[in-house]
Antibody, heavy 125, light 107 residues
């Protein structure tokens, strides 16, 4: 079965750290770009970060640059998000998403074709 | 950053109605626009990619179109399972941005 399963969420104090994991199965993980997307309670979707198949390219939304790090372990079919210096505004459900490129991934023609169920991160004292 | 403005933010409709949701990009994004559906408590689901291509397994009552920087998602005949929130997403350039969402409710 093709699936993504996030873990690692929880309650953390402002300024704290958390590491999210996304275990994947049912597809060749090393062949796909991957992403993290978050959703604050009752709010819309916000893209967080993308990572290339071999981890050589990473992109972040400005609000998390320097605090969050996306990484992957292709041998373990897993995606990670290391979150440091957490703020109240980082409180969200964090989704892991698989990227499908319709042709050249740099053309802009790509989309999230598979999502996990998400893991909730709450930043509060 | 490219701003994606969805309208309306909420919409009430009945089963069998035809509804259209629009998304306007703040600059040209070619056809690098995707539509997702999200039911409460669930992850988003891809409906339409590249502005007008129907994702495999998605009912044909869903369609997408583009005119310049204006994109539309149309549901030709609403079914009970279609009452959800819909988001557009541009993938033309970083940072990737989503519209604010359109909540489709039962009238």
């Amino acid at each position: 079965e093709v699936q993504l399963v996030e873990s690692g969420g929880g309650l953390v104090q402002p300024g704290g750290s958390l590491r999210l994991s996304c275990a994947t199965s049912g597809f060749t993980f090393s062949s796909y770009w991957m992403s993290w997307v978050r959703q604050a309670p009752g709010k819309g979707l916000d893209w967080v970060a993308n990572i290339k198949q071999d981890g050589s390219e990473k992109y972040y939304v400005d609000s998390v640059k320097g605090r969050f790090t996306i990484s992957r372990d292709n041998a373990k079919n897993s995606l990670y998000l290391q979150m440091n210096s957490l703020r109240a505004e980082d409180t969200s459900v964090y989704y892991c998403a698989k990227i499908y490129c319709a042709g050249d991934c740099y053309s802009g023609y790509w989309y999230f074709d598979l999502w996990g169920r998400g893991t909730l991160v709450t930043v509060s004292s | 950053d490219i701003q994606m403005t969805q309208s309306p933010s909420s919409l009430s409709a009945s089963v069998g109605d035809r509804v259209t949701i629009t998304c306007r990009a703040s600059q040209s994004i070619s056809s690098c626009l995707n539509w997702y559906q999200q039911e409460p408590g669930n992850a988003p689901r891809l409906l339409i990619y590249a502005a007008s291509s129907l994702q495999s397994g998605v009912p044909s009552r869903f369609s997408g179109s583009v005119s310049g920087t204006d994109f539309s998602l149309t549901i030709s005949s609403l079914q009970p399972e279609d009452f959800a929130t819909y988001y557009c997403q541009q993938t033309y350039t970083m940072p990737i941005t989503f519209g604010q969402g359109t909540r489709l409710e039962i009238k």
